[in-house]
């Protein structure tokens, strides 16, 4: 199976990233220091999801407004370019959308695009200025200029598993507070960002019965080796979970609740219960998690590690860290990472420079004792001659 679900991304005056142009793979990790703009990268994506799943309106105000997204200059730049190339099954395309910012925090969505390739047909849409200029379905929606046309297209077959894998993208940054606090109960179909309805989500997963809460408790055993399980409890209308834990001098472990374990166990087990929560209930299409290595002892880290490049087998996984002993593995390959820097007052993403590419290449060193000696930068030749207005429509590139 291709867990590839989104196989480009392009974007245009996207907070601190004036222009990127990469490619994600089934597993890729944004490695670089603090503030270089790792989050901004994965924040583009979760714009997207936030604007078909809630409104264009809710991303914009969830994240203070237009003018604290639109990336600041001296040249004010105004319009927003989010451009996905996909893949999903036997169909292929892209997604595209401009949004140029108005006076008053106002906005409208300037140009939308969608393209969907599935054999020898083709369906798509074009909407400019709020109005539909081309369509390959008979009958469509109308367009409105302050919202995304890909949630009024949704209505039609054709563009309906676009909508639901876009709007089932999982970000996550994990809350140990909201962990182990008692949780209001909810359908428990997609994992929240921080965490708030974890209990709900293992819930369901152990209605399935399919193996996969034996996994995280395989996994969080390798973390915290004196934990032994981990369960669902209801504790009258409020969900939590309840470890089975080492306790010195007990022959049989003892039963805890969330609110008495470690933050590094709670980040570890909503990181694991994050990548395993797909089935067919939750089509869950790409998960995204900040440094997920946070809390965790650096051996700790390592094994997560392999949870995550197990579950890229399945579900696209997409990791931001600055952490040299998460990237301590040979497992690690060039086509993994995406370097981001800080370059005056920029962020640049792209792939490693040629140093760090033939020293994974020939196993001269790890991703990690590169970090470590500050060789993991992009390679600067993306940059010579890439124009800000570079293809945000037009032809899918394979």
Excluded at 253 to 282: C, H, I, Y
Excluded at 363 to 377: D, N, P, S, Y
Aim: aromatic share 8%; glycine share 8%; net charge negative.
């Amino acid at each position: 199976m291709n867990s590839v679900f989104i196989q480009r991304v392009v974007l245009k005056q996207y907070k601190s990233i004036k222009h990127c142009d990469v490619r994600l793979g089934p597993l890729t990790i944004l490695v670089g220091a603090n503030c270089a703009g790792k989050s901004n990268f994965v924040d583009a994506l979760c714009f997207v999801r936030d604007a078909l799943r809630e409104s264009l309106d809710f991303a914009f105000r969830d994240r203070s407004g237009i003018g604290e997204v639109r990336r600041r200059s001296g040249g004010h730049p105004t319009d927003i370019g989010i451009r996905l190339d996909l893949s999903m099954g036997e169909s292929s395309g892209h997604y595209a959308f401009e949004i140029k910012a108005l006076p008053n925090a106002g906005y409208q969505v300037k140009r939308e695009q969608c393209v969907l390739r599935e054999g020898g047909t083709v369906h798509e849409f074009n909407v400019e200025g709020g109005q539909v200029t081309s369509c390959s379905e008979r009958t469509f929606p109308a367009a409105v200029k302050d919202r995304l046309y890909l949630v009024n297209a949704s209505g039609l077959p054709q563009f309906r598993p676009l909508y639901d894998s876009l709007s089932m993208m999982g970000f996550y940054n994990l809350n140990p507070k909201l962990l182990r606090d008692l949780q209001e109960p909810d359908e428990g179909i997609l994992l929240e960002k921080y965490g708030a309805n974890l209990a709900s989500v293992m819930a369901r997963l152990e209605r399935s019965d399919d193996g996969r809460m034996q996994r995280i408790s395989e996994y969080l055993k390798r973390v915290a080796p004196s934990v032994h399980g981990v369960q669902f409890e209801a504790i009258g209308p409020k969900h939590t979970m309840r470890f089975r834990q080492d306790v010195e001098g007990q022959t049989q472990p003892w039963r805890f609740w969330a609110s008495n374990m470690s933050d590094g166990t709670l980040r570890a087990l909503g990181v694991l219960t994050a990548v395993f929560q797909r089935d067919k209930e939750a089509k869950v299409s790409l998960v995204a998690i900040e440094e997920p290595e946070t809390a965790l002892h650096p051996a700790a880290a390592g094994v997560l590690l392999d949870s995550l490049i197990e579950s890229s087998g399945y579900v696209q996984i997409l990791l931001t860290s600055h952490s040299a002993d998460l990237l301590d593995r040979k497992e690690i390959k060039a086509d993994n990472l995406l370097a981001v820097e800080s370059h005056q007052g920029v962020t640049r993403i792209g792939a490693v420079d040629q140093i760090a590419l033939g020293a994974l290449r020939d196993h001269l060193f790890t991703a990690g004792e590169l970090l470590r000696q500050g060789q993991l930068v992009p390679d600067p030749q993306l940059f010579d001659s890439v124009s800000p207005q570079s293809d945000l429509f037009g032809t899918t590139h394979g």
